[in-house]
């Protein structure tokens, strides 16, 4: 990579432009590489050779939750709230990597009074959730909030870390999260640049900061340099600017002399054009290489970075500061004292306009930024964010007339991006912005310059701002309506995959219910043929269950007349029962009577001895005639069984109920056989009881 120190066409070049310069001013050009570029009055002494002014506690602080390009932090504190200065106040959401949002912390202590809807300092005016902080005067402050030990980052991942914590983006003006501009790859940028180009009028916040704090900036970029693994450092710093570059000349060789810092550093002279600060401008004055317009200057392996941005990192990696405040150059024509200010974020620029003593009563909004690429804000009470380089308080000129364009081509030659404004303009005003998109509108830098050359005063920029506007609003629409579309075509397209998809279960379902059927039937069929399913054959299985039916029929029959033998049984075991009782009770009375006459003569005790003898004989008596009756009743059981199973085979059904009918006649005739002979005997024990009455109660 070859650097361009000295102008193209070497040292005869500038007293030939010196010559030309009366004629056409525009002949400066030569000078530097980049095409276009215009010279306007810059303005600068204005506030370049006052020192900084002393820091502004104001009465109140609106601090936006959006900042940068990406989406509004989250909240972290309610109203009420007693905060401390860079205590964090609202933060990353988890997926900052996508989101690009950074964190914001207290500029000053004191305690959070609104969280409302504000005017930002915006183009467009509009409102934003905003913290309003009322400073409490203490600017009490959180020493090393971000917790860093104060060692370089090693690692291009831990320097963004931090850079993250602390909160800081682009600090020129684009308001890029910083983070997110460094690549996560060791070794991958071929060189850190430092962009000290401060081309637009009146600022001088970068040549103040350079002037009082090139140490900071040169080591910021340092401790960029060796986290990414680049071997080279270089800054561009604009001509007009000379304590500037003294300054950083100085801390260069410092650092290089430093045993921390093994890496070049060099401090480039550029000439003074505007846009010269511009990043693809610088890139390609200081090494050579065009960035494509497509393409960010870290696909390039380049990482370029404001001069604030690098002092930004140098205190929070070296102090743990996050990115509070910032230097503003408070300026413009209105103003008696102009000045830069090292200015809390949040501060309304009506504080600081007053700060600057207006030379009258300031009746107009003051533009943020410079004339060239700066707008006009809404209100003054519009507070700095971590982006504003300048308040410039410039009364509005009257609007020049506009004339028609004469196709001069300045436009073109001012255009420092090779674009062609005056086409674009043409379409932009014909409404035909499909064209102006062709033309590469969206390249377009909005530096102005082709706005300052145009000898009809047509405000160009103003049609591309509108252009690129209506083209964005009609991208949405299309994409919109892209999105409708294919939302209603996946609707057809679901709803006719859900009736192919409903058939096809059906005809599915269908199927199974024939294959079912079907292999019914084939079973059914196989069965038949298996079994011979014949006229002949189905006979005899007619013939086999009309006599299975008929067994089961007689079956049942004979286990109704068991049923009923076993009654008849249950009833005449009793009965033999009472039989042998009573045949016992008789030989017992016998017996009894027997001693009773033989011991009429003998003694009370040995008769009572006596009998009781004979009472135990005929107790062993009736035992015995009652087993025997037992064995008798189990021969009949067994007689019965045998008769049952001769029922069950048919072959003595007839003698068996008649045996069944005659036998209770027998038994019954038994019956009173034994209670006449009961009786009999009760009789004789009367008598023989009336004749020994002791006798007669030990028997009973
Ligand atoms: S500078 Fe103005 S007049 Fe000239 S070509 Fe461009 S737009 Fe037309
Ligand atoms: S404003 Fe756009 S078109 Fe005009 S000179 Fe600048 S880059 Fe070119």
Known sequence: MTLKPQPLLGKYINELVALLKPLYPMAKRWLHRFNGGVYPAYMKNLSADKPIHEMIIPPKLIIPLQQQIGQSAELLVEIGEQVKKNQLIANSSKDAGKALVVPIHAPTSGVIREISEQTLPHPSGLKDICIVLEPDGKDESIQNVL??????????????????????????GAGFPTYAKIPNEKNRVEMVLI?????????????????????????????????LGAPKIVCGIEANKQKALEAMRHAAKLAEQNDHCDIPI????????????????????LTGYEVPHDKHAIQVDLLMMNVATYAAIYRAVHYGEPLTCRLVTITGLELNESFNIRAMIGTPFDTLIGAAKPKRQIDFSAIMGGPMMGFRVASNQVPVLKTTNCVLVNRPEPEKLQMPCIRCGECMDACPINLLPQQMYWHAQAQEFNKVEKLNVFNCIECGCCSYVC?????????????????RQLNQEAAAAEVAKQRHEFRLERLEREKQEREARLKAKKAAVKQQLQKQNDADKAEQESAGNTPASAAAKARAAAAKAAAAKR????????SDTDQTHDKA??????????????????????????STT??????????????????????AAAKKAAAKRAEQKKSADDNNLAHDYGTANNSASTEAKTKPDA????????????????????????STPKEADDND
């Open 455 to 471: 000898p009809s005063n047509i405000p160009l920029v103003q049609y591309y701002r509108h252009a690129k506007s209506e083209i």
């Open 555 to 562: 079956k049942q029959t004979s286990t109704e007349a068991t």
């Open 266 to 285: 060099e401090i480039i002279e550029v000439e003074t054009v505007y846009p010269m600060g511009g990043q693809e401008q610088l890139i390609y004055e």
């Open 667 to 690: 038994r019954q005739q038994a019956i009173e056989k034994a209670r006449q002979k009961a009786r009999e005997m009760a009789a004789k024990k009367a008598a023989e009881k009336n």
């Open 602 to 623: 003998t003694k009370q005790s040995s008769a009572t001895d006596e009998q009781a003898d004979k009472k135990n004989q005929a107790k062993q008596a009736a035992m």
């Open 573 to 598: 075991i009793p009965a033999a029962r009472r039989r042998a009782i009573e045949a016992a009770k008789k030989a017992s009375a016998k017996a009894a009577a027997k001693n009773a006459s033989d």
């Open 195 to 227: 962009n000290g180009a401060e081309c637009e009028p009146f600022i001088t916040c970068d040549d103040l900061l350079m002037q009082n704090e090139a140490t900071s900036i040169i080591e910021g970029a340092v401790i960029t340099a060796q986290a």
């Open 147 to 172: 917790g860093v030990d104060g060692k370089a980052p090693q690692s291009p991942q831990a320097l963004k870390d931090i850079i993250l914590q602390a909160g800081i983006i682009g600090m020129g």
